[in-house]
């Protein structure tokens, strides 16, 4: 990994483990939920300028935003569960972009982990509710 990645990780980790420590209530139509569709409608954008990957990056859009419809349909638990789904497969979606033609890697270096850490925020939040 680039020396200029590494900072970008470590921010990651940091951030995402800053979710743990404000665990507030699930709010279905929160930046929770828009933020994925908003990171793949990004990854879109920066696809077209660099002409590359294009037909993946609407398949993505497409995939995230469907992803957090489902989220705001179902019960709020549920729905919890699906946003959570939706960052760790945003953790999946950056690890195949890490080579850099689409996102500067320092970017996938931050998203990785915080990606995760949200998901894993979610999961123990619906937990938590559900008992």
Do not use: N
């Not at 590359?52 to 497409?62: N, W």
């Not at 569960?81 to 760790?88: D, F, K, Q, R, T």
């Not at 996938?108 to 850490?117: R, S």
């Amino acid at each position: 990994m680039s020396k200029f990645v590494w900072p970008a990780v470590v921010a990651g980790f940091v951030v995402g483990a800053a979710e743990f420590a404000d665990l507030a209530a699930f709010a279905p139509a929160g930046p929770v939920l828009w933020i994925p569709p908003a990171a793949a409608l990004l990854y879109l954008v920066l696809a077209l300028a660099r002409h590359r990957l294009v037909a993946r990056q609407l398949a993505g859009v497409a995939l995230f935003t469907a992803a957090a419809g489902a989220a705001l349909v179902v019960d709020p638990v549920a729905g919890q569960y699906v946003v959570a789904a939706g960052w760790a497969g945003h953790a999946v979606w950056d690890w195949f972009h890490r080579d850099g033609t689409v996102i500067p890697r320092w970017i996938i270096g931050f998203c990785l982990p915080y990606d995760l850490l949200v998901a894993a925020a979610l999961v123990y939040g619906a937990t938590t509710i559900a008992r």
